[in-house]
């Protein structure tokens, strides 16, 4: 006689999956506008995601006026959290998304099984590895990414090097150069591949040049030295190939090597679920509404796109619980869809599609340029027709821009919206 197991499920209204910021802010947004049946799955003891650990100031400024720390921001959020009597279950790891919003998670209380009438994917990024990129040379301790750095030092107190090396200018990356001097830690330098740096203008200023920390670009590691621990590391310029150039070789003395060299999107559930993916950003495709391609999923956050502020997830995140809210208490919206296309140094666009009748005043596009441009412009279309034409002093790929249209110049669009840069 065959034993026959039957599944118990835990049916919500909404699982959001991520107890980041933008997973913090989706469940606010949710709860405020009507969806009171909301659980929140972290896999981490704590929630606020990556914030926890960002103990420098500059959060906030758009969100709340204010100059926050990175736990000052997500303590507000957690707050909120709490007040509106939200469930959020900590060390709770999702193992699976599928298609129909069935979410299966391991729990402190076993394996639960979720069904939701929708799901909001806010699961974050992670970094780029020294495996990702193929660094050559010996394999010593030393070698670490800056946001293991950043939680040594910050959260376990714990200085791992002494003299440090840094590739990559992505902003965790300047970030931890200001750090490490902090904690007496000589840096010799920071070395960006590209002809420009991935991070903000302001961390260039605040972070290196404030401690006279040099910045390489079109430079690279190409060795790295040591047995056990790191020794040192060859650098050497790059070409327009990003190829080594014989004769540029130098060996820079280190015991530490902090990686900074990007951020991936955290798919893996997404595939799962069988949401399309951005292969230029390897974040979600979603539309207006932060719906993905799967009825009832959505998705906010680094999930989607990279982002440079915390507080442009909050906003992106805010419009996706509202959005959520609206799909659980209405069903879907239908209409005519806009296909919004990248083009002329523009790298990506989230939202990728529209609504033609979207119920909102205006929609926030969201881009990064592949280069850095003066004395641009970020022109709109409709084919040959000009939307919108904004100039711009300097256009570099570490900032994220952004360009509103309103309900009226979307309705206006007879074909599709292409974003491109103008020089």
Do not use: W
């Amino acid at each position: 006689m065959e034993n026959t197991i039957t599944q118990q499920y835990i049916d919500k209204d909404l699982v959001i999956i991520g107890g980041g910021p933008a997973g913090l802010a989706a469940a606010a947004a949710a709860k405020e506008n009507g969806i009171d049946d909301i659980v929140i799955l972290e896999r981490d003891k704590y929630a606020g995601g990556v914030l926890r650990q960002c103990i420098h100031d500059g959060f906030g400024l758009k969100i709340f006026g204010e100059r926050l720390t990175g736990p000052e921001y997500a303590a507000r959020y957690e707050e909120k959290i709490r007040e509106l009597n939200i469930e959020l279950k900590l060390n709770s790891f999702v193992l699976n998304v599928t298609p129909d919003k069935i979410v299966q998670a391991l729990s402190p209380e076993g394996m639960l099984f979720y069904r939701a009438k929708a799901v909001i994917l806010a699961m974050g990024c992670r970094e780029r590895t020294r495996a990702s990129i193929m660094l050559p040379g010996t394999r010593p301790a030393g070698v670490y990414t800056a946001g293991l750095v950043q939680r040594l030092i910050n959260i376990d107190g714990y200085v791992p090097g002494k003299e440090a090396v840094i590739l990559g200018s992505g902003d965790i990356g300047l970030i931890m150069a200001r750090r490490l001097t902090l904690e007496g830690v000589n840096v010799k330098a920071v070395y960006e591949l590209m002809s420009y740096s991935s991070g903000l203008k302001r961390n260039i200023v605040q972070c290196l040049d404030d401690y006279n920390i040099p910045l390489y670009l079109n430079h690279t590691v190409i060795e790295i030295h040591g047995r056990n621990r790191i020794e040192g590391v060859t650098v050497a310029k790059v070409d327009e190939k990003k190829q080594p150039i014989p004769g540029t070789e130098e060996f820079v003395k280190c015991d530490l090597l902090v990686l900074s060299v990007g951020l991936i999107p955290e798919n893996e559930l997404s595939k799962s679920a069988g949401a399309a993916l951005n292969k230029v950003t390897g974040g979600l495709f979603v539309d207006d509404n932060m719906s993905t391609n799967k009825e009832g999923i959505f998705a906010c956050g680094n999930v989607v796109h990279v982002h440079d502020l915390v507080d442009y997830v909050t906003l992106e995140s805010v419009n996706a619980g509202k959005c959520a809210a609206e799909y659980i208490k209405n069903g879907s919206a239908n209409g005519d869809i806009i296909n919004v296309v990248p083009e002329n140094g523009v790298r990506y666009v989230v939202p990728n599609t529209v609504h033609r009748d979207s119920q909102k005043d205006s929609v926030n596009f969201m881009f990064r340029t592949g280069n850095v441009y003066r004395d641009a412009k970020i022109a709109v279309y409709d084919g040959d027709r000009l939307i919108k034409s904004i100039k711009k002093k300097i256009l570099t790929p570490g900032e994220m821009e952004t360009v509103k249209l309103t309900a009226d110049e979307i309705k206006s669009v007879k074909g599709e919206i292409h974003i491109g840069v103008e020089a």
